[in-house]
């Protein structure tokens, strides 16, 4: 089939939901088969539902229905050997391995950096940094032996680049993202495969609509609505947009993945309406 | 027609070869509609190569036509922003709107830094930072006028780092990321996206010259592109030598499209990863 990533296959972790099913539906839209892997459990201490074993489901049924292959599993970001076993079967049945989206994350509640406990501060650097650590290094095997060369896609965040008060765990795990996707791209570009992260504002999603982020941005309103949200939201960005959907950051996995990108390796490139020049 | 910038009009400058040309011929391919400008004569302080020609540009039309597009295209020197008005001004009466800039125009010719005279010097910030400007001054009016649109600025690599032997091209390049930011911020509110490009050496004659061969092969006294080519390697991460035209008219591509709707205020390198190496 025609597309711009036809006949290549993509490893998505956290690809349930959110963004991450827009990344599998978008890049198989453009001919692309996927494994996709999510945690389908609640995370403790995480203000929001994880997502389900249905919310899978969906995601599997919407490839399915743009008539390309998928390989779905429950597997933890912070269980290398569960997420290797996942990997490895999905490249055993589609029979390659192209393009990676190391896409799973949480958000969180805000705190001031000197009252964040210590299992709240592992939690986010187990799933949000070591999580795309282990993505990239049960990936970078298939890759390597490929022989094709291949593009890793960091999803970091616009709190790669810059601080944002009350959430230090989250601003360096995503920090440190930055430094995985530099490293891996020097020592990846023998082999021809790039590296390169996206750094989202605020994204349409559950991880930010929820009551907790809305205090991140509202701390003078004791249950603030996605409404009351929604300016505050707006303020930090350039653009007059409160957030970015989905399919937006899809868009920019896809132009990197593709071959259009070929020569583009170690890029921060920001989605995010102009808040990191605002 | 179908494509990714279908319906869209592009003004381009330093459109009658190389990178212009492949962001005509590209953009175009996706639909769009081009108002092409390029000075098609020499310039003083460049002897390294030499410039485009009004045959070349008349190549960009003859391309952009077998793509069954419109095309508007006019000699004009970015340093002359009533010329460049005047030229942007016809397209836009003649194809309707404005949606896409991309300030493509610019010379490059290497000088140890206490070898370049104030002439070389001065045309190159005039054409590589001031007409760049000139570029989206110009166009401003009409992007705000259709509400929106999508501006990119090739600047280099040589605009996020200082590349030795080339002060006034670094001076002026790293200059076009201030525009960038600074109109991005300024214009947002109106929907107009600014972004740039950085470029590591593109396949280009303003590369592919001996001046330039010479730079990265100081010890040959013939030096060519052969010769040239391992020492180029080692600026880049990825194992090739140069990128090509179209690899820079791919990123131009996107960031014009409306898959980047929300993409502003950002430095995108097309550089093999000279960036981080």
Not at chain 1, 114 to 122: A, H, K, L, R
Not at chain 2, 203 to 210: E, F
Request: proline letters at 5%; one cysteine or more; glycine letters at 8%.
């Amino acid at each position: 089939m025609a597309g711009r990533v036809a006949g290549k296959v993509a490893f998505i972790t956290g690809a349930a939901r959110g963004q991450g099913r827009s990344h599998a539906i978008r890049l198989a839209q453009e001919g692309a088969d996927i494994i996709a892997v999510d945690i389908l459990e609640d995370v403790p201490g995480i203000p929001y539902a994880g997502a389900t074993e249905a919310d899978l489901a969906e995601t599997v049924k919407q490839v399915e229905a743009l008539d390309r292959r998928i390989v779905a599993s429950k597997a933890d970001v912070r269980d290398y050997a569960a997420l290797k076993a996942a990997v490895d079967d999905g490249v055993a049945q589609l029979g390659r391995l192209d393009i990676v989206s190391a896409n799973a994350g949480i958000g969180t509640s805000p705190h001031h950096a000197w009252e964040i406990d210590d299992v709240t501060w592992q939690t986010m650097i187990d799933i949000n940094l070591t999580g795309v650590f282990h993505t990239a290094k049960a990936a970078i095997p298939h890759l390597i032996a490929g022989g094709n060369g291949g593009s890793i896609i960091l999803t970091s965040s616009a709190a790669g680049l810059q601080a944002y008060e009350n959430i230090a765990h989250y601003v360096s795990a995503k920090h440190g993202v930055v430094g995985l996707m530099r490293t891996l791209a020097l020592e990846l570009a023998p082999y021809m495969i790039r590296v390169n992260s996206l750094h989202p504002t605020q994204v349409d999603t559950p991880m930010i609509q929820n009551e907790a982020t809305y205090k991140l941005f509202r701390p003078d309103l004791e249950h603030p609505t996605r409404e009351d949200f929604a300016p505050a939201s707006q303020s930090v960005n350039a653009l007059p947009i409160p957030w970015v959907e989905p399919v937006d950051i899809s868009n920019a996995v896809l132009f990197l993945a593709s071959d259009e990108g070929r020569y583009i390796t170690g890029v921060t490139l920001p989605v995010d309406a102009g808040t990191v020049i605002k | 027609m179908a494509g990714r910038v279908a319906g869209k009009v592009a003004f381009i400058t330093g459109a009658a070869r190389s990178q212009g040309r492949s962001h005509a011929i590209r953009l175009a391919q996706e639909g769009a509609d081009i108002i092409a400008v390029d000075l098609a004569g020499p310039v003083e302080s460049v002897t390294a190569y030499p410039g485009a020609t009004e045959e070349d540009l008349a190549e960009t039309v003859k391309e952009v036509e077998a793509l069954d597009r419109r095309i508007v295209a006019h000699k004009a020197d970015v340093r002359d922003s009533a010329a460049l008005k005047a030229a942007l001004d016809d397209g836009v009466a003649q194809l309707g709107k404005l949606d896409i800039v991309c300030a493509n125009a610019g010379i490059y010719q290497t000088h140890p830094a206490l070898e370049l005279d104030d002439s070389a010097w001065q045309e190159t910030i005039d054409i590589n930072l001031t007409g760049v400007w000139n570029t989206v001054k110009v166009a401003l009016p009409h992007l705000v006028a259709n509400g929106g649109g999508s501006i990119i600025l090739t600047s280099s690599v040589a605009g996020l780092k200082g590349l030795a032997n080339s002060v006034h091209y670094n001076a002026a390049k790293h200059g076009v990321v201030g525009i960038m930011r600074t109109i991005g911020n300024e214009f947002a509110l109106q929907g107009i996206r600014v972004n740039s490009v950085h470029p590591t050496a593109v396949n280009t004659i303003m590369i592919q010259n001996k001046d330039v061969w010479g730079l990265f092969d100081p010890a040959n006294p013939n030096p060519t592109r052969e010769s040239a080519a391992a020492a180029f390697r080692t600026i880049n991460a990825l194992d090739v030598p140069w990128v090509e035209p179209v690899d820079i008219s791919n990123a131009i591509l996107f960031l014009a499209s409306d898959e980047a709707r929300y993409i502003t205020g950002v430095t995108l390198p097309v550089d093999a990863g000279a960036m981080i190496k």
